[in-house]
């Protein structure tokens, strides 16, 4: 049987042609080098619920860690979107505040309340 007509793999064996990295290889740090700079940015992301643009500081020290480590290829971070007027600008824009969750709406939910409340009641009489 040919692989390329399988339900389970649908694409031909060939496979689509796969793009390299827009800046290159991301080796993992071995070394730690860049463990401190990574966990403040991800302990920023948690503080702003993954608002990554209420980190551009946090990511770009990490990133420039990462290259001063030859860790990542070398590049310009102002260029690519770090810069301090373009930090500063994505700060001052205001949070949008989220709506409070309401609870998950449940058919029959308030009947088989009444339903508990009344067999409760008739066990306490």
Known sequence: SD???S???????????VKPPQFGSFPLDHLSECTMEFQRFIQCLKEHDGMNSK???ESKVYLQCRIDNQLMAEMDLDKAGFSEQHIHDVESIPEVVQPTKKKAFVAGLKYAEGLRQA???NKSE
């Open 3 to 5: 692989s390329r007509f």
């Open 7 to 17: 339900i389970m793999n649908s694409v031909p064996s060939r496979g689509l042609p």
């Open 55 to 57: 980190c551009k500081r």
């Open 119 to 121: 067999q409760n009641k």
